[in-house]
């Protein structure tokens, strides 16, 4: 069965600093594709980045990148220059397929990120 | 704007009752799914449907139960026989089920409290 790790329950982080997530998965399958979401304090999930297994490039989206290391099977997200709006839980997540065409996302347990001013 | 509404942010029930969670997009998608979150924990998927008038249970579907009869709309309820319904709730869609990077747009949740 597939499955995500988040090793870091919580982090600190300096504002204008740079910090990295951790996530490591687990999946035999060839093609896959992971996904970083932010979940502030109101409880809704934001799409932050998205990583194909074929993608040679790691993926970036504005202060976001994803550290993209398929021989290790990780997938850490880095967060350039935080900014207090950046405190919040980070889940990791997995597409898994399932029901034939179809997918479902398996999540990690997530991180805890506190930017201190 | 476009969008996933789900309601009510709170709902407090007593324990014994059923209770329906509403969720809502406007985003024209045809895939939308229910997740339960508890504290300190990721998101486990409960239901998906792929089209109307068709869902699949996912990794934790006891004591609960979905309908779609309208693209737009994908309520779940939660019955007496889901021991612990105690939770945060969180509905998403995304375009279609299959393809690579169509990621999944959340709402806002529903945290339900049952005394």
């Known amino acids: 069965a597939q499955k995500i790790t988040q090793t870091q329950p919580g982090m600190f982080v300096q504002e204008k600093e740079a910090v990295t997530l951790d996530c490591t998965y687990d999946?035999?399958?060839?093609?896959?594709?992971l996904f970083w979401y932010k979940q502030p304090s109101s409880g809704e999930m934001i799409f932050l980045i998205y990583?194909?297994?074929?993608?040679?490039q790691n993926a970036t989206e504005g202060r976001y990148s994803l550290n993209f290391q398929k021989a290790r099977k990780s997938a850490n997200l880095v967060i350039s220059a935080s900014q207090l709006g950046d405190s919040a839980m980070y889940f990791c997540?997995?597409?898994?397929?399932?029901?034939?065409?179809?997918?479902?996302?398996?999540f990690g347990s997530g991180t805890r990120l506190l930017v201190r001013p | 704007d476009g969008g996933i509404t789900q309601s009510p942010k709170y709902l407090f029930r007593k324990e014994g009752q059923n209770v329906t969670l509403s969720c809502e997009q406007n985003?024209?998608?045809?895939?939308m799914y229910w997740y339960r979150q508890d504290p300190g924990q990721g998101l486990r998927l409960i239901y998906y449907?792929?089209?109307?008038?068709?869902?699949q249970k996912g990794d934790i579907a006891e004591g609960y139960s979905v309908s779609r009869e309208k693209k737009e709309s994908f309520p779940l309820t939660v019955t007496s026989a889901q021991k612990n319904p105690t939770a945060f709730y969180l509905c998403?869609?995304?375009?279609?089920?299959?393809?690579?990077?169509?990621?999944?747009?959340f709402g806002p949740g529903t945290r339900l409290t049952v005394l």
């Open positions: 998403a869609s995304s375009i279609r089920s299959g393809g690579h990077n169509n990621e999944q747009f």
């Open positions: 999946t035999s399958d060839q093609s896959y594709g």
């Open positions: 990583q194909g297994s074929y993608d040679e």
């Open positions: 997540a997995m597409r898994e397929v399932w029901m034939d065409s179809s997918y479902k996302l398996i």
């Open positions: 985003l024209n998608h045809d895939a």
């Open positions: 449907s792929q089209i109307v008038n068709d869902f």
